[in-house]
């Protein structure tokens, strides 16, 4: 006669056994987490998701998730909410201050060319008329560092300047209340903000490709999610030709999400130069495109007491960077 208590006992150890392996099959497709924001030069990985170029599926899932600026998406990165950021470089060089975090550049994304600004309301003109007047800026981002290196292009001294951190989202309501006279920020902020500061005092054109715009993702996490990186990188290109021959249908899939439902991405692309992957030997040229901007950004944190440690680009910059773009 069989004995049903063995029995029972032998289905309990094949039902552990089956849930154990499942498992680990739910953690080895564990969705790569990516913060994102409503910067234009970033859309052509949401476009890549929205066009179905990223192979959303049990074995590559990718999740984009919407900040409403560099700073917060930076503090979700090195708060481990997030494996990785569409970031500028400068965000990325201050998370290197926090020993926990080992940020790798996986790719360039663009260079911003007269897309970030220094707006004024109607009195001002010049940089020189903002002594003593209240300038917002985001904390630790890429607005403070491009006040900072405007003021030194002009010979003019920080400490002449009241500087007024401040989320981007609370600016326009600031410039209404007279509270500051000019403002910091970038596209697509700048559509709001230019309707209380309608004068450009500076614009990171006048930086010399020295604004660039990354993809960071933490170092152990590469090893562990290496093809879905690879998938997001394909897609990107596909999903930036895909623009360049239908531009305006890839701005109404774009506005089907609803963070970016104002976006006009003709519009909003004006002053940033997308970095070409279908060009040949783009990925070897990577590390030098980085090199003046990572010193400078290195050189204005280790003045601030950031960082306190010498890097040169190639600690930063993923080190089999051209298995990823097989």
Known sequence: ??????????L????????????KNDDSVKPLTIAINSWAGYSFALLADKLGYLNQNKTSSIKFIHYPSL???????IDGNVDGM?????????A????????????????????DKILAKKDYLHLNDLKNKPIAVEQNSIGSYMLSRALT??????????IKYMHIDKMKQALINDEIAAVVSYSPHLNTLLSYAPNTVFHSGLMEDEILDILVIDEPIIASHFEQIKIILKGWNKAYQYYLKNPEKATKILQQITELKEVNLQKDLQGIKIVDYS????????????????????STQSQRGGISRNLSVQDIVYQDLFKLYQ
């Open 1 to 10: 006669m069989i004995n049903k208590t063995r029995i029972t006992k032998i």
């Open 12 to 23: 309990i150890i094949l039902l552990l056994l089956f849930t154990s392996s499942c498992s």
């Open 71 to 77: 700073s917060d998406s930076k503090r979700a990165y």
């Open 86 to 94: 569409f970031s500028t470089l400068y965000e990325m060089v201050d």
């Open 96 to 115: 290197i201050s926090y020993e926990h975090k080992k940020p790798k550049v996986i790719m360039i994304t663009n260079i911003s060319n007269g897309a």
């Open 153 to 162: 292009q002009h010979q003019l001294l920080s400490k002449d300047y009241i």
């Open 279 to 298: 060009q040949a030997d783009i990925v070897t040229k990577l590390p030098d495109m980085l090199e003046k901007s990572f010193q400078l950004m290195m």
